[in-house]
Nanobody
Framework: LQLVESGGGLVQPGGSLKLSCASS????????VGWFRQASGKEREGVSS????????KYADSVKGRFTISRDNYKRMVYLEINNLNPEDTAIYYC????????????????????WGQGTPVTVSS
């Protein structure tokens, strides 16, 4: 049971990426989801989360207005669109999900998440 992220890469400052999160071995459409990132030498940081229905979201102050979380429960996918990237956004980006039964947008702390992906790297550089 795990999550699989994709969509990371090398992008120039000011560019955009759309990260994807899929599940393996369980049905992601029944789980709330959070996105986290960890830059080299720094602690893991929660950046956004979304409720099961997609009607509630949370964003860290550092990404508000630039990041957009969404989901497509028919495709069993969760997305994180990241715009106007800057070098401080360089990190490994992870998606995570709490156990089934948590309906709202989860907290942006990394406690309480049962499933994690391996991460997808995002590098912002000219």
């Amino acid at each position: 049971l795990q999550l699989v992220e994709s969509g990371g890469g090398l992008v120039q400052p000011g560019g955009s990426l759309k990260l994807s999160c899929a599940s393996s071995g369980f049905s992601l459409e029944y789980h709330a989801v959070g996105w986290f990132r960890q830059a080299s030498g720094k602690e893991r940081e929660g950046v956004s989360s979304i409720s099961v229905a997609g009607d509630a979201t949370k964003y860290a102050d550092s990404v508000k207005g630039r990041f957009t979380i969404s989901r497509d429960n028919y495709k069993r996918m969760v997305y994180l669109e990241i715009n106007n990237l800057n070098p401080e956004d360089t990190a490994i980006y992870y998606c995570a999900a709490p156990e089934r039964g948590f309906w709202g947008a989860p907290p942006l702390s990394d406690q309480g998440y049962a499933y994690w992906g391996q991460g997808t790297p995002v590098t912002v550089s000219s």
